[in-house]
């Protein structure tokens, strides 16, 4: 059973751009999840979508937002970048159980120069 | 708000030795637990998890995790500790109440590294 993919791997963008970084859920799997993990942050919840809706995010600005697609792979948007936004973004998903583990992916390596 | 606390920043054990890796817990009502693992540049991995029942709970690889709600612990134990068991452990806990208030995120804590030595 294939797991959480995210892409590109690494992503390098200048301050001021806009970032997109992508996840596909595990097959069967309607929820996804985006978190941060920024050096000397810890892992910081961003984002949830199941069934296409947002239903929570976490203390972030709005200029980080995203969507869930009908196949419910995920993107994660962030708009006007800033050099504190340098962080590996993880994706999990799981079912819409409240008992259900997150799956993660490797993650995105996001570097703001 | 619900919180996780892992006191130790880095465990060293030798190998063979047990292991324990400590974490407590703050929820409003009934807590999910978690720990996950996570080697160098790559994603966490689910080791294991409380939801109910027994206290000593077995996950993957050996580990295994005991559950005190009077302490409102979940210290992750290994009997016999092995160098490959050296990377960065995470306590997280979702609560009980999450799906309907919106809020089925996992808090985690600090991260715990454990470094396993020969």
């Known amino acids: 059973e294939a797991g959480v993919t995210q892409s590109p791997t690494h992503l390098i963008k200048t301050r001021g751009q806009q970032a997109t970084l992508r996840c596909s859920p595990i097959s069967g799997h309607t929820s996804v999840y985006w978190y941060q993990q920024a050096l000397g942050l810890g892992l910081q919840f961003l984002l949830w979508?199941?069934?296409?809706?947002?239903?929570n995010r976490g203390n972030f600005p709005p200029r980080f937002s995203g969507r869930q697609f009908p196949n419910y792979s995920s993107e994660l948007n962030v708009n006007a970048l800033e050099l504190e936004d340098s962080a590996l973004y993880l994706c999990?998903?799981?079912?819409?159980?409240?008992?259900?583990?997150?799956?993660f992916g490797p993650g995105t390596r996001l570097t703001v120069t | 708000a619900q919180s996780v606390a892992q006191p130790e920043d880095q465990v060293n054990v030798a190998e063979g030795n047990p292991l324990t890796v400590k974490c407590t817990y703050s929820v409003s009502g009934n807590p999910y637990l978690f720990w996950y693992v996570q080697y160098p540049n790559r994603g966490l991995q689910f080791l294991l998890k409380y939801i109910t029942g027994d206290n000593l709970v077995k996950g993957s690889y050996g580990f295994e995790a005991e559950f005190n709600k009077s302490q409102t612990s979940f210290h992750l134990k290994k009997p016999s500790a092995l160098v490959s068991d050296s990377a960065l452990y995470f306590c997280?806990?979702?609560?009980?109440?999450?799906?309907?208030?919106?809020?089925?995120?996992?808090?985690f804590g600090t991260g715990t590294q454990l470094k396993v030595e020969l």
């Open positions: 979508y199941d069934e296409g809706e947002e239903r």
């Open positions: 999990a998903s799981s079912l819409l159980l409240a008992a259900s583990e997150q799956y």
């Open positions: 997280a806990v979702r609560d009980m109440g999450g799906l309907t208030g919106g809020g089925n995120k996992l808090t």
